[in-house]
């Protein structure tokens, strides 16, 4: 099989799309282009359409705060490392979900959530704008939850560090195994 030498605009921006975790610019990420990448990145598939998702954004002017709040869900011997920790990125984007009990229903929201991220990771690429998504064990933390006002029957999904970046501090990436390797044809 051969590979196909000019690639859509889609396919090269799904393989140069990174996960960044440091490196960020000091800029701040303004809450429109958040609102506007969203407004985009919600159009995932998702079943039945009930949209199952909700944000928290944590921008720069509110950042420090924020992250002296959130300290709180840390032993103390841990808090300064978790400081410099949510320092870096110019600011988060909290993705919350329906909890729901019956595991299909939670399948499929969750797939949809992970889409709309996905969704919001590319488009915010095409901007230079790095995100890289976290599921860290302070998501799962009751503290955590109250201080984001998560209410019953929803869970974290995941935080969204995100900052503008300089494409000198682009990290490479493994190859991906060929598809053809992990195929299996019924027959």
Known sequence: MSSVVNKSQLAKLIRERRSLKKNYKPDPVPKELVFELLNDAVWAPNHGNREPWRFVFIPAETKEAFIEQLLTVFPKDQQENRRQYFRQPAAILVVIMPNDPRQKQWEENFGAVSSMIQNFQLLAWERQLGVVWKTNPHIYEPKTREILGVEAGEKIAGFLHMGFFDSDHIPK???????????????
């Open 173 to 187: 990436t493994k190859e991906r195994t060929p598809v053809e390797e992990k195929m299996t044809i019924y027959e």
